[in-house]
Each structure stands twice: as C-alpha cells, then as structure tokens.
T-cell receptor
Framework: EADIYQTPRYLVIGTGKKITLECSQTMGHDKMYWYQQDPGMELHLIHYSYGVNSTEKGDLSSESTVSRIRTEHFPLTLESARPSHTSQYLC??????????????FGPGTRLLVL | EDQVTQSPEALRLQEGESSSLNCSYTVSGLRGLFWYRQDPGKGPEFLFTLYSAGEEKEKERLKATLTKKESFLHITAPKPEDSATYLCAVFDRGSTLGRLYFGRGTQLTVWP
C-alpha cells in the first residue's frame, strides 16, 4: 500500500484567495505528479517532477505553480482561485528503481470548491 | 486526439455474472499499460502493470490481458464490493519521461 498523503481532503474557498494543496510521500520516490480530475473525465496532468529542484508543466498548468524542495514534498499553489478551479486534485508518485517501473501510486485527493 | 479509449462507459452486472472491460490505445510505442480501481471520492488504487503483448496478470477475481492494440480486464464472478470505476492508462515511449495518458474509465456496478 502506497504511503502518500494529501491535505486538506476538502476545501471550500472564495474567489481570489491563494491556496496551497499539500502532498507528501514517505516512500522516497523520485517522481511526483499532480492531476486534475472532473467527474466522468480522464485525469489531466498539471505538473510533474523528476526530483528535487526539477519541475515540469503538464497540460493544465497555466494557473498553478509547484515546488520540489524536498524529495517527499510536492505542494501545488493556486495564486488566485476561481470557480473554474473547482475539481478534484490528485497527487501521485513513482520510482524508476522499482521493478514495476513508471507505476504511479496515488494519494486520496483534495476536493476543491471555489465559490 | 484520444490515446486511450475505454468501453463501455458504464456496466451493470448481477453478482456472479462475469464480463470484460476494454481499453484500446493508439500510442506509437507502448512502454506500459496500467489498470487502476477508483472508488468514489478516493484516489486511484493500483491493480496491474502490463508491459508486452501476451502478458497476463491476475488478482483475486480480476485478470488483465494485453495485445498490441488493447487490453482487457476480465472480472470473474464479481461481487458487489467490486463496484468501482476502473481506469486504464498507458505510458508512451514517445512521451516525456513519466507521463501517463488515462482513459475516462468504466463505471462498474455489481448488484446482489
């Protein structure tokens, strides 16, 4: 079972607020990812990281930022929340050293509602 | 351009009624195909990874198979607790290292 944690699990916030979604993993995985998922739709990659101080943008990243200062921590920040940001945000990690390479393990998700 | 297509979108089975879910993909060079189970309000839970055509993996009532163009998730004698959304994802050899492309999932409901 993967040890990957996300906080908060649920968040209701007003338009224009700055928010940070936390993600941490205790497995020492080198890669970490953020996805956005809407009901009935596929997961969309927002950001990913190969390791400390390495981050890349995905498909839906233009309105958020990430940082990877420590291996185990990969926070996602929305500078100014909008109702269009309402969604579920999923964090994942993987490790190339494992036998089943590229297998991603997911956290429980953060459900965000922007009013 | 869809790279991963799952069918059906939804499937209702009676307990004990076996069936299969399909995942077809159009990536140029497959480096791995992944199956996940997702319960409402939770993150996807890893089930299987398949790397080459002909490969099969089993876990309890689930069996995943892979061909050059598609994968099947066979569910034998399902139980109500198997109800969930099953997601398929592929890792494309031509993609940036570490990117998976997901399908929209098949929502499975097993009723007693």
């Amino acid at each position: 079972e993967a040890d990957i944690y996300q906080t908060p699990r649920y968040l209701v916030i007003g338009t224009g607020k700055k928010i940070t979604l936390e993600c941490s993993q205790t497995m020492g995985h080198d890669k970490m990812y953020w996805y956005q998922q809407d009901p009935g739709m596929e997961l969309h990659l927002i950001h990913y990281s190969y390791g400390v101080n390495s981050t890349e943008k995905g498909d839906l990243s233009s309105e958020s930022t990430v940082s990877r200062i420590r291996t185990e921590h990969f926070p996602l920040t929305l500078e100014s929340a909008r109702p269009s940001h309402t969604s579920q945000y999923l964090c994942a990690s993987s490790d190339r050293r494992l036998a089943e390479k590229e297998t991603q393990y997911f956290g429980p998700g953060t459900r965000l509602l922007v009013l | 351009e869809d790279q991963v297509t799952q069918s059906p979108e939804a499937l209702r089975l009676q307990e004990g009624e076996s069936s299969s879910l399909n995942c077809s993909y159009t990536v140029s060079g497959l480096r791995g195909l992944f199956w996940y189970r997702q319960d409402p309000g939770k993150g996807p839970e890893f089930l299987f990874t398949l790397y080459s055509a002909g490969e099969e993996k089993e876990k309890e009532r689930l069996k995943a198979t892979l061909t050059k163009k598609e994968s099947f998730l066979h569910i034998t004698a399902p139980k109500p607790e198997d109800s969930a959304t099953y997601l398929c994802a592929v890792f494309d050899r031509g993609s940036t290292l570490g990117r998976l492309y997901f399908g929209r999932g098949t929502q499975l409901t097993v009723w007693p």
